[in-house]
Structures are given as structure tokens and as C-alpha cells.
């Protein structure tokens, strides 16, 4: 089968994601995997496809939403599945809501495949804006004492794994 994997990633996170989603596939299927910007093919032709990326300043990328519109009947039509990735996963929902099409059927579901806020990974603004997410999660908990126990996001691998099984069982074409 071929699978068509379109991602949209600022610092590499949404990008890793979909190697993960990729590798796992590697044996079933022929992946192609293309940047948004890097002017993706149509999924027409393809199997199934995977599309998304990450969340900044609560929206997703133009261009993405752009490739979205332009592709919303045929991943409709065919076996597909969206996905987000953002630094305050709680708000997941809240994102397929206001950042995914309603009048796209994706069979496949749409996913959060976590994300991070790693402050070491990025840079200039992106650095800022990232300390201040982490701070907004580190300081929910009034309970000081339990700072170190509060999770900050990570790619979600299981949601991934998960993906890649409905993927692999559909059917041999
Ligand atoms: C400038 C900036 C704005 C962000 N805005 C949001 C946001 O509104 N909501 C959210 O949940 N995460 C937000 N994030 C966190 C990212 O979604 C998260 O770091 C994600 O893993 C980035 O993936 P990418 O490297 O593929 O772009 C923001 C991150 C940056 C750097």
C-alpha cells in the first residue's frame, strides 16, 4: 500500500512524530513523507494518508489548512486521518474544533500526537513563548510540593503505534 504522510512543523517535533508513524510502517506499507511547504503531492493516488502539525499561538499552519481545503473531498473519500500536535495538550479538543474542517470524514480519526516544550530545542521568540508555556503548566499546581510531579507534554507514542495498527489492518490493496 502507499501512504501519504503530510506534516507542518516549526521545530521538528510534528516532523519526528511522523518518522515514528513512518518507521513503524516501514514493512506494510511504501511511506512518502513531505513537508507542507515543500508543495505535497494531492492524496489522490495514494492509499491512505496522514495529515496535521502543530499548534502555534492556538492555530494551525496556513499553508496546512490551505492543503486541507484543497484536498477536503478526496480525504474524504479515502482511508485518512488527521492529527495535532501541541505544547498544552489538554486544549487538544478545543483545536479540533476551531483548527480542523468539519466538512473533511477523516475514517482514520483525528489524533493528538503530543508535543513539546522543550526550551533547549528552539530558539529567539519561540524560546520565550515556550518558558512561559511551561511556567503556565509547572505553576497550575498551587502545591508547590509537587512541581516535580507534574508531567510536561512528549510525543504520545501509543497514540502513534495506535494509528499505525488501524493503518496496517486495512485492507491489503
Ligand atoms: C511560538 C509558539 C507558540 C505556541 N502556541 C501554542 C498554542 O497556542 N497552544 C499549544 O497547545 N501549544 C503551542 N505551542 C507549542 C507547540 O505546539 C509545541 O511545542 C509543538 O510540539 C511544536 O511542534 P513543531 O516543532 O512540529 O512545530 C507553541 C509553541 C511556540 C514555539
Redesign the pocket.
Known amino acids: 500500500m502507499k501512504l501519504l504522510i503530510v506534516y507542518a512543523?516549526?521545530?521538528?517535533?510534528?516532523?519526528r512524530a511522523c518518522e515514528m508513524l513512518a518507521e513503524k510502517l516501514a514493512s506494510h506499507a511504501t511511506v512518502e513523507l513531505y513537508d507542507v511547504k515543500n508543495d505535497p503531492p494531492s492524496p489522490d493516488g495514494y492509499d491512505a494518508c496522514v495529515v496535521g502539525?502543530?499548534?502555534?499561538?492556538?492555530k494551525l499552519s496556513k499553508k496546512l489548512k490551505a492543503y486541507l481545503r484543497a484536498n477536503a473531498k478526496t480525504l474524504s473519500n479515502m482511508p485518512s486521518a488527521a492529527f495535532i500536535?501541541?505544547?498544552?495538550t489538554n486544549?487538544f479538543e478545543d483545536y479540533v474544533v476551531t483548527e480542523i474542517p468539519k466538512d473533511i470524514k477523516f475514517s482514520l480519526g483525528v489524533h493528538c500526537f503530543g508535543?513539546?516544550?522543550k526550551t533547549d530545542r528552539?530558539r529567539g521568540?519561540?524560546k520565550i513563548?515556550?518558558y512561559f508555556?511551561r511556567q503556565s503548566i509547572l505553576t497550575q499546581d498551587p502545591d508547590k510540593s509537587n512541581r516535580d510531579m507534574i508531567e510536561l507534554p512528549e510525543i504520545f507514542p501509543d497514540t502513534i503505534h495506535a494509528l499505525a495498527e488501524r493503518i496496517r489492518r486495512l485492507k491489503q490493496i
Not at 512543523?9 to 516532523?15: A, I, L, M, R
Not at 502539525?53 to 492556538?58: D, E, L
Open positions: 512543523t516549526k521545530n521538528g517535533v510534528s516532523k502539525g502543530s499548534i502555534r499561538m492556538t500536535c501541541c505544547g498544552l486544549d508535543g513539546e516544550l528552539v521568540m519561540d513563548l515556550t508555556m
